[in-house]
């Protein structure tokens, strides 16, 4: 075992990233992979961007993290007319006490699910960017604190460009990952028509984990010991993506830290106190792509994102990984 976490902690945390897998799956059909990926960006203390058409289940993902947790959850529908204020909150002048009090908006809860993100305008888009961030949100000069543990998923479509202002590139830099649903396998569907259940409101799940159990989770990621030859993968790959020609600009350092911190969550969820290559491999296209734009002008956000996958698979491809 490394010198920086214990095995204690690692099997604690393993075991509840277990449990939250197992009810999970109770309501998220077919879709293991999606929701280790969602852990693993929980486990990181990341946010989540849900790239996927409408109806395949990306507010029922977030309602049952939630869930699971024992924790507050809250979601916020993006349209054209919403304000800043709208989501995270505005001082009103109270007569009794002859003081401004401000009134919380719903950006404060431990799961926030910003629906239709890029449906509302920039300016209101960029009032997630501080509490996003530093996991506040500062009004008239006064910080709050959002509390802890503080995760936003975000969904948008990625075929659908009319009526919508794109996420500029200082906010999907802010996301951990992006990951995509799909359709779930014909026998998962099936199942799920057999149910009946007409929104996410009719889930039932009991929750697992507490608010310290998370918050003890996330402290001992950046416990996970990666040695250098793995976090020199990572700079290649990144550095890589820098001088790529399909691309207009590379992988950002932060991108390079999620990366790496997201190497080290898989470590954790796989129930290892360190981080190997493929915890590396697995995890490229999820975290590094949504941050890249091609040169070129795709037909829309799909398929530019396919073609971003394929490049990166051809950078990691290219690059040996450490024995």
Sequence with gaps: ???????????????????????????????????????????????????????????????????????????????????????????????????????????FANVVLADEINRTTPKTQS????????????????????????MVFATQNPVDYEGTFPLPESQL????????????????????????????????????????????????????????SVLEFVLKIVTATRTEAEFKTGVSVRGGLALKTAAQARALQQGRDFAIPEDVIGLVPMVLAHRLALTRQPSDALEERRAIAAALRRIVASIPAPV
């Design 1 to 107: 075992m490394s010198d920086f976490v214990q095995a204690p902690q690692i099997t604690e945390a393993k075991q509840a990233l277990d449990r939250l897998r197992a009810n999970m799956r109770q309501t998220i059909k077919g879709k293991d992979d999606v929701i280790d990926q969602v852990l693993v960006c929980l486990a990181a203390a990341g946010h989540l961007l849900i790239e996927d058409l409408p109806g395949v289940g990306k507010t029922t993902l977030a309602y049952a993290l939630a869930r699971s947790m024992d924790c507050t959850f809250s979601r916020i529908q993006f349209t054209s007319d919403l304000l800043p204020s709208d989501v995270t909150g505005v001082a009103i002048y109270d007569e009794t006490i002859k003081e401004f009090v401000f009134k919380k908006g719903p950006v």
């Design 127 to 150: 009032a997630l960017l501080e509490v996003m961030d530093r996991a506040r949100v500062t009004v008239d000069g006064e910080p709050h604190a959002v509390g802890a543990p503080f």
């Design 173 to 228: 830099d802010r996301f951990f990952m992006c990951i995509q649903m799909g359709y779930p396998p014909a026998a998962d569907e099936l199942d799920i028509l057999r149910e009946s259940r007409l929104g996410y409101d009719a889930i039932k799940l009991n929750p697992v984990a507490t608010r310290s159990d998370v918050l003890k989770l996330q402290a001992i990621v950046p416990q996970v010991f990666v040695e250098e």
